[in-house]
Each structure stands twice: as C-alpha cells, then as structure tokens.
C-alpha cells in the first residue's frame, strides 16, 4: 500500500489548509487511519487519529480546530484544520494500519506564518 500525501503550503495563523492522502495498492476500508506531525525540533506527534470502531481522537492541541474524515469511495483521507496557529507548523504524516502493518504517506509542509 502506498500513500500519497498533499495540500500542505503556508498559510497566515488564522488559516485554513486541508491535507489529503490518498491510498492505492490497498484500501482504507475501515481501518485505523491518524495524522502525524513533526514540528521543529519536537517528535513526531499524533494529531488526528479514526480508530477501528469509527471514533475519533485528536490531539489537545488541536480539538475544536482539526477534523479528520474518509472518503473511502476515493481511498483518501483527509485533515482539515481551521484557525491555525504558528505552532501547527510542521510536516504533517498519514498513516494506515491494515492488517497489522503501519503504512506512511511521505509528509506535506505545513508552514503557518504569525
């Protein structure tokens, strides 16, 4: 399975962006989907994340402003995020399990200026 990430940019703190990611070779189906980000200097954090029972879970950091959604029609998934601050700032990552392997898009810049 491989996925291909895109959507990041820069954008002023207040900003909107959507990222996208989408699958082939495989499908989402409903399998646990998440969006990762690594800021500068900091780890790779979990931001997002679809679990196999269909809930969500976000990171603290960005409840209120980030959703993520599946269109499976497509096989892409996608992290919409409002209101953004400089601290989003980082290369945001999807990431797929299916059948016991994780599988990583190769990351899109998001770059969100003060």
């Known amino acids: 399975v491989q996925l291909q990430a895109c959507g990041g940019g820069l954008v002023q703190a207040g900003g909107s962006l959507r990222l996208s990611c989408q699958a082939s070779?495989?499908?989402?189906?409903?399998?646990?989907i998440s969006w990762y980000r690594q800021s500068p200097g900091k780890q790779r954090e979990m931001v997002a994340s679809?679990?196999?029972?269909?809930?969500?879970t976000y990171a603290d950091s960005v409840k209120g402003r980030f959703n993520i959604s599946r269109d499976n029609r497509k096989n892409t998934m996608y992290l919409q995020m409002n209101s953004l601050k400089p601290e989003d700032t980082g290369v945001y990552y999807c990431?797929?399990?299916?059948?016991?392997?994780?599988?990583w898009g190769q990351g899109t810049l998001v770059t969100v200026s003060s």
């Open positions: 990431k797929l399990v299916r059948v016991g392997r994780d599988y």
């Open positions: 070779g495989g499908t989402l189906g409903y399998n646990p």
């Open positions: 679809f679990r196999a029972d269909r809930s969500t």
